[in-house]
């Protein structure tokens, strides 16, 4: 059963520093996704990505954050400037059509900025 | 405002038992589709079912069914005879609008359900 999968497993960074999240979605899937969970807290979307354009983002996805799809299978989320309030286990998610679709996510990609 | 609340932060169960797990959302949209997704002590998210806002049937599943009122806002998950491998956390969702939606899911805050044998 084709998978969303997500590298790496757990980051662990310096304040100040940038990192790279990736993110390989299911191959017949158009639409991408990013969410954070805080430890405990409710999921919250990030920004939704489709024909290599952002379609929407929240408030939270401010310019210290970026999203690209460098090749036909990877799908990145990077942040520039960590922050301690970034970590959080972040989930990638695709689906195959626009809108209210089922979205297939990853495993999760934990970070935790020291 | 869109809004999903799930007013039950920790239900706990014996096995066997049947729990119903309450969703209420907020939206001003006439549109809107509702999730339900499951996230097991391993993490990731699972989806369980979505439901758009002009379908009020209930739907059955297995051991899970979903009761969608529009009047009361609810979007109900009730787990018949409940199994300790149903022990996870549950998240409703919200998802509005139809031709301007671009997938974006409003996740409630959860409900962890801990199915004890």
């Known amino acids: 059963e084709p998978e969303v999968t997500q590298t790496p497993s757990h980051q662990v960074t310096q304040m100040g520093q940038e990192v790279i999240l990736r993110c390989v979605p299911i191959?017949?899937?158009?639409?991408f996704y990013w969410y954070r969970q805080i430890l405990g807290q409710k999921v919250e979307f990030l920004v939704s990505?489709?024909?290599?354009?952002?379609?929407?983002k929240s408030e939270i996805f401010d310019d210290q954050f970026s999203v690209e799809r460098p090749d036909g299978s990877n799908f990145t989320l990077k942040i520039r400037s960590t922050k301690l309030e970034d970590s959080a286990m972040y989930f990638c998610?695709?689906?195959?059509?626009?809108?209210?679709?089922?979205?297939?996510f990853g495993p999760g990609t934990r970070l935790t900025v020291t | 405002a869109q809004k999903v609340t799930q007013a039950q932060t920790e239900i706990s169960v014996v096995e066997k038992e049947d729990v119903t797990l309450d969703c209420v959302y907020e939206?001003?949209?006439?549109?809107?589709?509702l999730f339900w997704y499951k996230q097991p002590p391993s993490g990731e998210l699972v989806f369980l079912i979505r439901?758009?806002?002009?379908?009020?049937q209930n739907e059955i599943s297995g051991r899970y069914s979903w009761n969608f009122q529009k009047s009361t806002s609810s979007f109900n998950f009730t787990i018949t005879a409940s199994q300790v491998v149903d022990s996870a956390v549950y998240f409703c969702?919200?998802?509005?609008?139809?031709?301007?939606?671009?997938?974006?899911?409003?996740f409630g805050q959860g409900t962890t359900l801990q199915v004890k044998p």
């Open positions: 990505f489709y024909n290599n354009e952002i379609s929407e």
């Open positions: 998610a695709s689906s195959e059509d626009r809108g209210p679709y089922e979205q297939y």
């Open positions: 969702a919200l998802s509005e609008g139809d031709s301007s939606n671009t997938g974006k899911l409003i």
């Open positions: 939206t001003r949209d006439t549109t809107y589709y």
């Open positions: 191959s017949n899937h158009l639409y």
């Open positions: 439901r758009n806002s002009f379908d009020e």
